[in-house]
């Protein structure tokens, strides 16, 4: 039973064989479109892999940049504020003024919007 279920199985397989031999060599429409679908489905991977290539790229650099900025307004917050706290120690009174005048301007908006 063996050899008569290979011999029909090794039957089957070259019956397929033909029939596929058959089908391409009866549909050249087929097969043109199936390769131009094939052709046109590898260009727009290729494409796609280098936009995304490009898009990482530009979020990692866009990162790097964004971090340097970050570092330097750090920075210069640090060292105004610094400035700001030792113009107030030497001018105690003239911060007070200001200090005063900043109050009745932003209540005198309050208050006219209203």
């Known amino acids: 039973m063996t ?3 290979s011999s029909s199985n090794s039957a089957a397989k070259t019956s397929k064989k033909v029939d596929d031999i058959a089908a391409h060599t ?7 479109a199936t390769s131009a679908a094939h052709l046109a489905v590898d260009s727009l991977s290729s494409k796609a892999a280098t936009a995304e290539q490009n898009i990482r790229h530009g979020a990692s650099s866009s990162a790097e940049t964004l971090t340097e900025k970050q ?5 210069k917050l640090s060292e105004y504020s610094g400035k700001t706290r030792q ?20 209540t005198a908006l309050f208050r006219r919007s209203k």
């Open 26 to 32: 009866e549909s050249p429409l087929t097969d043109k």
């Open 3 to 5: 050899t008569s279920t």
């Open 87 to 106: 113009l107030a120690a030497e001018n105690p009174l003239a911060t007070a003024g200001i200090a005063f005048a900043a109050g009745m301007l932003v």
């Open 71 to 75: 570092k330097i307004a750090r920075e």
